[in-house]
């Protein structure tokens, strides 16, 4: 039977004042890719000793996690001392997630454009998933946007099934005793300005929240990771921190209800310092119905695998206390940059 109560309040320990969320959900060709960077094997074992660092890292699995998405291995895995990798996380006080999603694939009829698939045989894995310790789910929609001013990408069909998509999987979660993450994320990568991010972005949450309302899910029992409202990665001219600030706050309280717990943004490719800057900046000038916060991939680990560098636990374990701190902080509209200058 579903628990709105117990929905609501782990959504609500997800965005915990001065936490946030660490996603250590890559795919196995994803990790891959990342370990490339630092010349490592992609195996089994790698994996598990990556992120088995970043969960036995303390202050910041007490102090600044509120909650990790695994991959489906990982949840599974064990370190040598038989301690289940979600046990650890669950010990530092943060819920352990899993990614749900079996990943974005070519949308038909649609050139460049991506539906998420993976709603085939959830309901018996989100079971599985709740026996397992996982207590809230994420789900990742890839919206991307045409190059050169083409205004048909992207189109309302792609926007369209992939926000049912995304209700489908949240009822699923809520059936299930699991917190669903609704993740639309409008690609920064692109020759796109700002104002093109904010009118798909604002879009696609219009679409998402009527999809969500028609689906019957409840939103107190949801959290959104939203991309922020920024330029596109190749475009001339790159938006200020507080213009991204101000866009982002803009777009976002023209269309999430106040009835959703809070939002947890994803970094999307920004530099780990922007990502950073402008959570805090958001945190700090505006009055929010809601509490913003992070759950950032490679702004929080790009910088702790790269002092891990594939054995360094020490060095890769200050590299993510660090980043945890900083994210926070930022969390709280107490960052700024002398915090960074004095930790190197
Ligand atoms: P990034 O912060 O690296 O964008 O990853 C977050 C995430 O979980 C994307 O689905």
Redesign the pocket.
């Known amino acids: 039977m579903m628990d709105l109560d117990q929905l609501n309040e782990i959504a609500l320990r997800m965005v915990a004042p001065g936490k946030g969320i660490l996603?250590a959900?890559e795919s196995t060709g994803t990790i891959g890719k990342r370990f490339e960077g630092i010349g490592l094997e992609n195996t089994e074992t790698n994996r598990r000793n990556w992120r088995e660092m970043l969960f036995r890292t303390e202050p910041a699995m007490s102090e600044h996690i509120s909650g990790v998405?695994l991959y489906d291995e990982t949840l599974r895995q064990s370190s040598d001392d038989g301690t289940r990798l979600a046990e650890l996380i669950a010990k530092a006080g943060a819920v352990p997630g899993i990614?749900v999603d079996t990943g974005a694939k070519d949308l038909a009829g649609a050139p460049g454009e991506k539906i998420t698939e993976g709603l085939d045989g959830l309901r018996d894995r989100l079971n599985e998933y709740y026996e397992l310790g996982a207590r809230f789910a994420?789900w990742?929609a890839v919206i991307n946007i045409g190059a050169n001013g083409d205004e048909s990408m992207p189109s309302q069909y792609c926007i369209g099934v992939n926000t049912h998509a995304l209700a489908r999987y949240a009822a699923l979660c809520q059936e299930a005793n699991i917190v669903p993450i609704v993740?639309p994320?409008v690609i920064m990568e692109g020759d796109h300005d700002i104002e093109r991010c904010f009118e798909v972005t604002e879009y696609t949450l219009r679409k998402l929240y009527a999809e969500l309302f028609d689906q019957g899910v409840v939103l107190e029992g949801t959290v959104l990771?939203p991309n922020m409202v920024i330029s596109g990665s190749k475009c001339a001219e790159q938006a200020s921190r507080e213009e991204v600030a101000e866009l982002t706050v803009q777009c976002l309280m023209n269309t999430v209800p106040a009835a959703v717990p809070g939002i947890a943004?994803?970094?999307?490719?920004q530099s780990d310092e922007d990502?950073t800057a402008h959570l805090s900046i958001m945190n700090e000038g505006f009055d929010l119905p809601w509490p913003m916060t992070f759950?950032?991939?490679?702004?929080?680990?790009a910088a702790p695998l790269k002092a891990w560098n594939g054995s360094n636990v020490e060095a890769g374990q200050a590299a993510f206390n660090h980043r945890a701190r900083m994210n926070g902080l930022a969390s709280l509209g107490e960052w700024n940059e002398s915090l960074e200058q004095a930790a190197e």
């Not at 943004?265 to 490719?269: P, Q, T």
């Open positions: 996603a959900d998405i990614k994420k990742r993740e994320e990771k943004f994803l970094s999307g490719g990502a759950s950032y991939g490679r702004a929080l680990q």
